[in-house]
C-alpha cells in the first residue's frame, strides 16, 4: 500500500498534493462530481448561466470537474432542461464551457448518460424523439417522482426492450465524438444508479435471454462495448467508469454475493481498457428508498469490496465525504482522490476556503438545487438563484 506525501502547513494537505490520472496533471485532488442542476432552459442546449457556474468552481480551486449527467439522445431524456450532446447546436455550446474550465487552469470531463427505463412516454423530449422508452426488458421501474411536468403522480412508463443494443453503443460512441469536439478532457460513463447501463448489468431488470442477458459475462457485455466504443474515441486515460455498487436507486439492486459477482466480472474486464478512473459510490441511504416496504440497496464498503478488482488505474470514490474523511483516505493510499458534490454547490471557491480556513457558506437552498423540473420557462434572473449567486470569499 502506497501512502501519498503532504504538504506543510496546509490543512487537509493530501487534497491539496497534485495528482496525474494518465495524461492530465491535476493541481490538486478537489474533484467536482456530476450534479444534477437543470438550468438549460428552455430545452437541452446550455447556456452561458452553465458557462459561468463552472467558470466559478474552476476559478475556485477544483481540479477536475465531472459535467452534470449529460443525455446522449433525445430518445431518453428524462424530464425538462438537462443539458443534451447529440446536436452540432449543443456543441458548441458546451465548447463555451470547456474554453473557460481550461482558462482557470482545471479540466472537464463529460458524464455520459441514458435514462433508459427512468423515463415518461409524455416527457417533452421523449414525444419529440417519436421513439418510445426504452430499457433491457419491458420493465418497468416502480420508483419514480421524477415527472413534475406532467399533472399527477405519474410513475416511469412501460419501457419497450431494447431490439437492437448494438444502436445504443453507436449512440454513446456519437455523443463521446460530440464531447471530443466539444474540448472536453474525456468522458465517465454512468454505469450505475440504475440508468441504462446499470439496467442491463442488473438481473432485476435485465431479464433477457439473449447474448446481452442472463449470465454475468452477457449482462456486463453492454456496459463494456460501450466502454470500448468511447474509449476508441478519447484514447487510453481518458475515459471514466461511475458504479454505484450498494444499489437502491431507480429500483435496482442485487443481493451482495450477486453483486460482487457481477461487479466483480465487470470492473475486471473494464479494468483491462486503460480506464482513467472508477468512480464508486458509497452507500447512502437518501439514495435507497423504500419501496413496497424495504429497501433495495446492499450496504457495505465499497472500498474494501472493489479496490482489489482495480489494478490499472485510480480508485475515487463519492458520498457525502467529509474533507477529513477524504484526506484520510487519500494518506491510507485506499483512494487516489474524493469526489465532492455538494460542497461544490454552494461554495465555488470550496478549495480556497479549506486551504485559508474561510468558514463555508450557509447550507444549500434545496428549493434552489435544481432547475424548473415541471417544465416551466423562467428568466435567467429566477435560475440564477442557488446556483450561480453563493459568493466566493474573495480569495486570488
Known amino acids: 500500500m502506497t501512502t501519498t506525501p503532504l504538504l506543510k502547513d496546509t490543512p487537509y494537505p493530501a487534497l491539496f498534493t497534485p495528482l496525474q490520472v494518465r495524461p492530465l496533471t491535476l493541481r490538486n485532488r478537489f474533484l467536482m462530481a456530476a450534479m444534477t442542476r437543470d438550468r438549460n432552459v428552455p430545452m437541452n442546449v446550455p447556456t452561458d448561466l452553465m458557462v459561468e457556474y463552472c467558470r466559478q468552481r474552476a476559478r475556485g480551486g477544483a481540479a477536475l470537474i465531472v459535467s452534470e449527467a449529460v443525455v446522449v439522445s433525445q430518445q431518453g431524456t428524462p424530464w425538462a432542461h438537462p443539458p443534451g450532446i447529440w446536436n452540432e447546436e449543443q456543441v458548441r455550446a458546451w465548447k463555451k464551457i470547456t474554453d473557460a474550465v481550461h482558462q482557470e487552469g482545471a479540466y472537464i470531463y463529460a458524464q455520459l448518460w441514458h435514462v433508459g427505463r427512468i423515463s415518461h412516454a409524455e416527457?417533452?423530449?421523449?414525444?419529440?424523439?417519436?421513439?418510445?422508452?426504452?430499457?433491457?426488458?419491458?420493465?418497468?421501474?416502480?420508483?419514480?417522482?421524477?415527472?413534475?411536468?406532467?399533472?399527477?403522480?405519474?410513475?416511469?412508463?412501460?419501457?419497450?426492450?431494447?431490439?437492437?443494443?448494438?444502436?445504443?453503443?453507436?449512440?454513446?460512441?456519437?455523443?463521446?465524438?460530440?464531447?471530443?469536439?466539444?474540448?472536453?478532457?474525456?468522458?465517465?460513463?454512468?454505469?450505475?444508479?440504475?440508468?441504462?447501463?446499470?439496467?442491463?448489468?442488473?438481473?432485476?431488470?435485465?431479464?433477457?435471454?439473449?447474448?446481452?442477458?442472463?449470465?454475468?459475462?452477457?449482462?456486463?457485455?453492454?456496459?463494456?462495448?460501450?466502454?470500448?466504443?468511447?474509449?476508441?474515441?478519447?484514447?487510453?486515460?481518458?475515459?471514466?467508469?461511475?458504479?454505484?455498487?450498494?444499489?437502491?436507486?431507480?429500483?435496482?439492486?442485487?443481493?451482495?454475493?450477486?453483486?460482487?459477482?457481477?461487479?466483480?466480472?465487470?470492473?475486471?474486464?473494464?479494468?483491462?481498457?486503460?480506464?482513467?478512473?472508477?468512480?464508486?459510490l458509497r452507500y447512502m441511504e437518501s439514495f435507497d428508498p423504500i419501496i413496497e416496504g424495504k429497501r433495495r440497496g446492499t450496504n457495505h464498503d465499497v472500498v474494501e469490496t472493489w479496490k482489489p478488482f482495480i489494478k490499472n488505474c485510480h480508485l475515487f470514490v463519492n458520498g457525502g465525504f467529509t474533507p477529513q474523511e477524504a484526506s484520510d483516505l487519500i494518506v491510507s493510499g485506499k483512494v487516489a482522490g474524493v469526489f465532492f458534490a455538494r460542497p461544490f454547490i454552494a461554495n465555488p471557491d470550496f478549495p480556497k476556503r479549506l486551504l485559508h480556513g474561510v468558514a463555508l457558506n450557509a447550507e444549500i437552498d434545496m428549493k434552489k438545487l435544481y432547475g424548473p423540473s415541471d417544465g416551466s420557462i423562467l428568466k435567467e434572473a429566477e435560475l440564477r438563484k442557488g446556483y450561480t449567486d453563493y459568493p466566493d470569499a474573495g480569495i486570488d
Open 123 to 280: 416527457a417533452p423530449e421523449q414525444i419529440a424523439s417519436g421513439e418510445p422508452v426504452y430499457a433491457p426488458s419491458a420493465i418497468v421501474a416502480r420508483e419514480s417522482g421524477n415527472f413534475r411536468f406532467i399533472p399527477g403522480q405519474p410513475s416511469c412508463s412501460m419501457p419497450s426492450e431494447i431490439q437492437d443494443p448494438w444502436k445504443f453503443v453507436e449512440i454513446y460512441r456519437d455523443a463521446a465524438i460530440n464531447a471530443k469536439n466539444a474540448g472536453f478532457d474525456g468522458v465517465e460513463v454512468q454505469c450505475g444508479g440504475g440508468w441504462l447501463v446499470d439496467e442491463f448489468l442488473d438481473s432485476s431488470a435485465n431479464k433477457r435471454t439473449d447474448e446481452w442477458g442472463g449470465s454475468v459475462e452477457n449482462r456486463s457485455r453492454f456496459g463494456l462495448e460501450i466502454l470500448k466504443a468511447v474509449m476508441e474515441v478519447f484514447g487510453p486515460g481518458r475515459v471514466g467508469v461511475k458504479l454505484t455498487p450498494a444499489g437502491g436507486y431507480n429500483d435496482v439492486g442485487m443481493p451482495l454475493q450477486e453483486t460482487l459477482n457481477t461487479l466483480g466480472y465487470f470492473i475486471t474486464e473494464a479494468d483491462k481498457l486503460s480506464l482513467s478512473y472508477f468512480l464508486l
